[in-house]
């Protein structure tokens, strides 16, 4: 099954304590890209990749860090998180582009104290 | 940047009626994208729309790219119906990696 699989799905944390969610995706999509959603300001992109080894910031990729090393995973570093950093995350991916059709993954929500 | 605007943000409707959600964008683009988020639940693509229009089950959305228009029309609305939906639209300059959303319209349909 075509499928997008984020880990963990829920997770409480701490300022400060490093942490990674995983995202993979079975389809051999070249684009893959992380978002957050937030009440009243809706979705918004963090960091995208255009393909193995290529990433770039989107519009709120202060505090993140990715990285692209296989295909299939794009994994998402908060390396030390702060409250407002409490967010549902989604990983998506598509064929190419943008402008391709965008595979989400179930989300990820993410409280930090 | 492309700037993506919906409406309305809120629609309550009850079972059958007509609605229509919109969504605006501010720049020239290769394709929009309808997307449905259930309540509590993982988003799913709907359409995505370069021109004319695209059926999806019931749902049928459409484009005008010389206005920068794009309509979601949802006839006979059932409760099966209520989520939000959101719209996307790639950035502009050439630059078709980035996606900006609209805020979302959240549908409420009741039986």
């Known amino acids: 099954e075509a499928q997008v699989t984020q880990n963990p799905r829920y997770l409480i944390t701490v300022t400060g304590k490093k942490l990674t969610v995983t995202c993979s995706q079975n389809?051999?999509?070249?684009?893959m890209s992380w978002y957050r959603q937030d009440p009243g300001l809706g979705l918004r992109q963090i960091y995208y990749?255009?393909?193995?080894?290529?990433?770039d910031k989107g519009d709120v990729p202060e505090g993140y860090k990715v990285s692209r090393k296989e295909k299939r995973n794009f994994p998402l570093i908060l390396e030390s998180p702060s409250p407002n950093q409490t967010s549902l995350y989604f990983c998506?991916?598509?064929?190419?582009?943008?402008?391709?059709?965008?595979?989400f993954g179930p989300g990820t929500r993410l409280t930090v104290t | 940047k492309n700037e993506v605007e919906q409406s309305p943000q809120n629609l309550t409707a009850q079972e059958g009626e007509f609605i229509t959600i919109n969504c605006s964008y501010s720049?020239?683009?290769?394709?929009l994208h309808w997307l449905q988020q259930h309540p509590g639940g993982g988003i799913v693509s709907l359409f995505m729309?370069?021109?004319g229009k695209k059926k999806h089950g019931r749902l049928i959305a459409t484009i005008n790219i010389q206005e920068k228009h794009s309509s979601l029309p949802i006839t006979a609305s059932h409760p099966r119906d209520s989520a939000v939906y959101i719209c996307?639209?790639?950035?502009?300059?050439?630059?078709?990696?980035?996606?900006?959303f609209g805020k979302g319209t959240l549908l409420t349909v009741n039986p």
């Open positions: 990749s255009m393909n193995v080894e290529v990433t």
């Open positions: 729309l370069s021109s």
């Open positions: 720049v020239g683009i290769s394709a």
């Open positions: 996307a639209a790639p950035n502009s300059g050439g630059s078709n990696y980035k996606l900006t």
């Open positions: 998506a991916s598509s064929l190419l582009l943008a402008g391709y059709e965008q595979y």
């Open positions: 389809m051999n999509h070249e684009y």
